[in-house]
């Protein structure tokens, strides 16, 4: 059964127009994350969070937003979408195991973003 | 700040060829590397991590070692399968704030 979860898998939005995507996690991991994923950019981190009600700006946070309710949802908020949005947005929680060998994520499927 | 290099967007390979993949990093603290591996519409998802200076680490074939002095972490496996062909990123993870950050990934092609 999927840990991470996302919704919804595929938009398609209108520039200038709102786009929420959520996450799920049952994890009950504390940090979960958001990435885009871009052909040449690899996965690029927007924003993250350590736990519900706490979220802190990644590498690319411009035009973004990210709310963190609860310890299980974390979602990403487009206010004023725009084609250059237009990407794979992915998902992760994330947490140390015993060995601390540093913070092992856990994906979701990824939701396809298209702003026309 | 943390930053993640990998120098092959994509890669060749006939099946049984051996696989190299490269991985260098900068970081001011500790490190944590990590090998994702994200199969074609499928999330990523870890491979192998490692956070010890030269010791080799392995998993479902593939290894690789942390080397300090070199700022390196590359991925290795003795003879491509088919099932390898994958997008593959090298990713580090920040101690302090657990951030974690992915070079630009490699694309592994095998073919027969």
């Known amino acids: 059964e999927a840990a991470v979860t996302q919704s919804p898998r595929n938009k398609v939005a209108v520039t200038g127009g709102k786009v929420t995507l959520s996450c799920n996690q049952t994890?009950?991991?504390?940090?979960m994350y958001w990435y885009r994923q871009d052909t040449g950019h690899g996965l690029r981190l927007i924003h993250y969070?350590?736990?519900?009600?706490?979220?802190e700006k990644g590498d690319i946070p411009d035009g973004y937003k990210a709310s963190r309710p609860s310890q299980e949802n974390f979602s990403l908020i487009l206010e004023l979408a725009t084609p250059s949005q237009t990407s794979v947005y992915f998902c992760?929680?994330?947490?140390?195991?015993?060995?601390?060998?540093?913070?092992?994520?856990?994906f979701g499927e990824g939701s396809r973003l298209i702003v026309v | 700040g943390d930053s993640v290099t990998q120098t092959e967007g994509l890669v060749t390979l006939t099946e049984g060829l051996p696989v190299m993949l490269n991985c260098t990093y900068q970081?001011?603290?500790?490190?944590?590397l990590f090998w994702y591996v994200q199969h074609l519409n499928e999330a990523p998802k870890l491979l192998l991590k490692s956070s010890t200076d030269n010791k080799r680490t392995e998993h479902q074939g593939f290894h690789a070692t942390l080397h300090k002095s070199s700022s390196s972490f590359h991925l290795q496996k003795s003879s491509a399968q088919l099932s390898d062909s994958a997008l593959y990123y090298c990713a580090l993870s920040d101690p302090y704030t657990d951030k974690v950050v992915f070079g630009t990934g490699t694309r592994l092609q095998v073919s027969p």
């Open positions: 970081t001011a603290y500790s490190t944590f």
């Open positions: 992760a929680s994330g947490a140390r195991d015993r060995g601390n060998s540093g913070n092992t994520l856990y």
């Open positions: 994890n009950n991991h504390n940090n």
């Open positions: 969070s350590y736990g519900a009600g706490s979220t």
